[in-house]
């Protein structure tokens, strides 16, 4: 299908406009710390709209639905814990990095267990933004090559670009800025949606919800205790995991605490980021399930090989109106960019902090410094889209990304809390994170195991690897602790 010239304008005059935007705010980000910190200078409410478009990205806008139309609603279970999550980030890690003031989230970690435990902390959050940037690139570009017919492949690379662009020049100020802009565009474009579906749907909202009732599609999962399957429980548990690293130790959000100017804004933007996920990530599963009930009770609007992440952008490209479907595809390229832009500054920031300056040149000047992040932010986005490339093909982009994040993130949230809620020293801290690391390559290989080794294969769902991982160095790190000082009191 070929889009309108009206949807064409508005999809380059957005596009044009946030890269234009985004680059001015090359001005403000000429030093270091402008372009890791802003100056540490923001209001809460803006980082707090950023924190929102990074969590609402293209795996949202898409993904979420396309896991609602095709199966129910399991996945809403993950935003469930971000209360309780976002309280401990207020209470506990806001002050805490706040307070040390450095820009990298895993400075501490050398001070506490060592120069490896830092980096072992930056190669696996590098790793998982590498995931991350791809399955988000990815996910945009199927939704465009629906829309307009272009190779994936192009769309792919020219969207990495644009993002390149801006980030490399306006810094995190500009990912910020942009992220709330990003933001408004992509809850408008996605509320816009499913008016357009609920009107146009047969017997309207409650014809959707009587379908979907008896199909069970509103379902939060089994309420059972089968650790191989993505029950309700496993979802809450996977879910309130990766909520506590983000708001802990996630370098994009615990820049964004830096870049507020109190300790005040920085806990206003958690808990605006928190409550406002939830509502949100609501909709964009309506949107899937009200797509399921619009498609089963007309089932001759639909092709058969339209399934998935894909059904949301037909209907899209479809049903609506001309230039409505600007706005929507507008607002696809917002939730993409507004995660991607934040990944690349993120990384950038990390491999100047804590291996430039740590292994290569401890004295980096200013000019030096900026070369760095500059070359790390191309150079980290290149490396982005080749992985987006990589994932063509995908049959649900949502179950890469959760699986991606559980491998690479490598319990990097064990080590943390290990360091903040105990004595442990380094021994303890060594063996903690070799237990974890072993863990997780088992359950993450023995998955595919066949024959004999089928009886050693992980019992437990691969959401689980980051939960188990995460749960085997803190517990490990504990009990060697608390073997060393037994043995010290023994020797005394």
Known sequence: ?????????????????????????????GTPDAFMAADRSLKGGIVGLSIIGTYIS????LANPGKAYAANWNPMVFSFSLPLAAWIAVRYFVPFYRKCGEISAYHHLEE?????????AVVMYLL????RIGTILYLVALTMTTFIGIDIRWIIIVTG???IIYTLLGGIEAVIWTDAIQTVVLVAGALISLIVLVVDTPGGLGKIFSVAVNYHKFSLGSFGFDIAEPTFWVVLIYGFTINLQNFGIDQSY????ITARSDKAAKTSVWMGALAYIPISAAFFFIGTALFVYYHIQPGLLPGDVGGDSVFPYFIVH???????GLIIAAIFAAAMSTV?????SSATLILQDIYKRYVNPEASDKQSMRVLHGATLIWGIIGTGMALLMIGAQSALDIWWEYASIFSGGMLGLFLLGLISRAQNPAAITGVISGVLVIFWMTVSKNWSGAWAAFRSPFHTFFVIVIGTLVILLVGLLVSRFRKEKIRVEI
């Open 1 to 29: 299908m070929t889009l309108s010239t009206i949807d064409i304008a508005i999809l380059l005059i957005y596009m044009g406009g946030i890269v234009i935007f985004g680059s001015w705010f090359v001005r403000k980000s």
């Open 58 to 61: 293209s795996i949202s806008f």
């Open 112 to 120: 506490r267990f060592g120069p490896w435990a830092r980096t072992y």
């Open 128 to 131: 998982t933004q590498m995931a």
């Open 161 to 163: 670009i644009l993002v």
């Open 254 to 257: 615990v820049q964004r605490f």
């Open 319 to 325: 049903k609506l109106p001309v230039g409505l479907t």
């Open 341 to 345: 832009d934040s990944s690349l500054n």
